[in-house]
């Protein structure tokens, strides 16, 4: 007589393992539905697991950028407008110059003229020294004081330094914050540097009973204020292009974080479809091997006994 | 010669008696996985004699023998021993991914990344400045806790590892005491295959700890030694006769174990005490990076430090303190010590060149962002392919375990079909014996 016969313990020991295996995958696919993950380790795809790192950090670092870029916009923007009145004051102060080199202008109507030009003067110095809403000056460039001082004796002097900090607004990209007060109130006029509100309260002491020939003062203060109209608006262009720039860089952003999220998406969500539909698979095999265990484990000698 | 039939009839009927005992035997143990079956050895007893053609006598039981299948037995042991090692290495590696991943390090990495990126915003805002520092704070936790749950996965491989060199040293030991029973042990008894019942589930159970090469002595004793690197070249002696041989284990510092056998370094192939053995190098082998890690940010925050100026002015002084996972701390007090500005710069300066640097030297490829995805890829490729190992050698465990069962496994059907063929045979020959008396009544009979 053989040994080889099919004992029944090894019946049941595979009848097991198979159900077992069947209930195992089941577990995964319920997880994967309940969770909505596709990945509840990283061991289960390496390289996926991976991606979804690099793309988290992408997205998280793409947020801080956003943010940068919103406060970098309202700074611009304000510079912007600081600017914008500084070159609105200056033009009426060419006005002004104008009216007084005109000899028809009296001598009463020179010194409204020279009391306007002060008024004028103190405004674009508080202008010069605006800040932001966080309270750091605008015009400073990294310095942590005002960006302009005036001294004793009226004059006004640049208090900042030359540099400006950067941004990081996107990925590899980082913007200039803004401008120095330097290269918007300073200008060199006739190879002599000077600057706007020494123009200004140099023609205002000049029409003010300051210089022995008004008239002749106020046309050489125009060439002056034509100089400092020119240094201001040549800057409010350059904030405005840099402002158009962060504007795009802001939609460029937008858009990434949409594939970034896409991306995300097809590499760790589960395609519920599919997930259920093997899961309605692996429900009817399991109940199958179920029905036929029984059946099968039913059948013995015994009960013909 | 009447005397002749009854003596055939009687020993049938025991016979058969006793086969059927034997398949009850079978069909208790039929559950039972150390059980191999039974089956009665017999034999036709025939008188020899001089003057005849020899007188008939019968059946004589000769005695127990049981389904045996030394090769189906050594392959099986083999397989077992190849998963119970793939087993216990993915376990251990498995705690270590969870304690890797879970402990959020990347996730820690990258939040420090961003905070500081936002500060390059607006370096001088108090609040952002207060949370970069505390952002710090959390990620010298997070190593921390890396460190300590990395810890955890190493000492509970290091508990399962002393648990399975107790269950060797308990099973070569009572390989010994079965090899002793076996000696005195007669031929084609029950308490033969008794102890060769017992001598397999104890080889068994051996094998699913340390790989293992038998030989068997004529009595059936086993002789264990330590399977070598190839089949054929065994290693050192597990268990000789009566005698024993224990393996100890040694621990290193980095929590690493090696084994020696009487004294001698071994090198384990096969059996759970291996795949834990190479799961605690795998361990040791991590922990070396995620402290490599630590340093790295510790090293690139603090020399970014060095090379700037706070929000006052002042030269800038050590981020973190420490020098691995396990005792990184956060070594400011306050936000305004962050130096965002070089070196020499006046106070509150909204120079930034100094911050842009430390987190552009962050996110490098080789930084330390980088190198805990390196890290964190490395360990989930690893143990995914070792998944893989796992469910082929799983596959082939099975098998074997399966082919072994079908040698000496107990087939219902086959005992049913038994139980009812002997008791044919017992009624069979208990009509002999009553023909034999009717024969005898006969003759008594005559007048």
Known sequence: MSFISNSTGAFYERSLAQ??????????????????????????????ASRLRTLARTQRLSEVQADNADKLARDLTEAGDEIAGAANLLSRARELAIRAANDTTGENGRAAIAEELAQLELELFDRANAQTLTGEPLFAGTAAGPAFVRAADGTVSYNGNSDIASVPVAAGTELERGVTGAQVFEFDLNGTPTNAFAVLAGLSAALSGGSPDPVAAAKA?????????????????????????VEVIQDNQADRALTI????????????????????QTLTALEASQSSFTRVSNLTLFNAL | MPGAIFQIGRSGAAAARASIELTAQNIANSANPDYARRSLNTRELVGVSLTSNGTLNGVSIEGISRNDSTLVQQQARSSASALARADAELVGLRDTELALEQSRLFEGLVEFEAVLTQLEGNPLEPALRTNALETGRQLASTFQFAN??????????????????????????????????????????????????????????????????????????????????SAGSPGPTLVDGASTFAISSIASVDGTLDFAVGGAPVSLNGGALAGQAAA??????YQIQLDAIAADVIARTNAAQASGADANGAAGQPFFSGTNAGDMELALASGMQLATAPAGSPAGSANTTNLASLVASLGTDDGPVGRTDALLLGLSSRLSAQDVTRSGLSAIAQNAQATLLSETGVDLDTEAANLVRLQQAFEANSRVLQVASDMFDTILGLR
């Not at chain 1, 209930?23 to 390289?47: F, K, M, N, V, Y």
């Not at chain 2, 491989?157 to 070569?172: G, H, I, M, P, Y």
């Open chain 1, 19 to 48: 159900m077992g295996s069947l209930r195992g995958s089941l577990e995964r696919l319920q997880t994967q539905i309940s969770t909505g993950q596709r990945l509840t380790r990283g061991s289960e795809d390496p390289a996926a």
């Open chain 1, 221 to 245: 203060a125009i060439e002056g204020l034509d100089a400092a109209i020119d240094t201001t608006t040549r800057n409010q262009t350059v904030l405005g292009t840099r402002l158009a720039w």
């Open chain 1, 261 to 280: 999220a896409e991306q995300q998406s097809d590499l760790g969500d589960t395609d519920l479809g599919e997930a259920i539909a093997r899961l309605q």
């Open chain 2, 148 to 229: 300590t749950t990395l810890g955890n996965a190493r000492r509970q491989v290091q508990d399962f590892a002393s648990v399975s060199l107790d269950e060797v040293n308990r099973q070569t030991s009572e390989l010994s005491r079965i090899n002793r029973n076996l000696v005195n042990a007669r031929d084609g008894t029950a308490g033969q295959a008794a102890l060769f019942d017992a001598r397999d589930a104890a080889l068994r159970d051996l094998a699913a700890e340390v790989g293992i090469e038998v030989t068997f002595a004529d009595t059936g004793a086993a002789n264990v030694r330590l399977a070598g690197p």
């Open chain 2, 280 to 285: 605690l190098e795998a361990q040791a082998d």
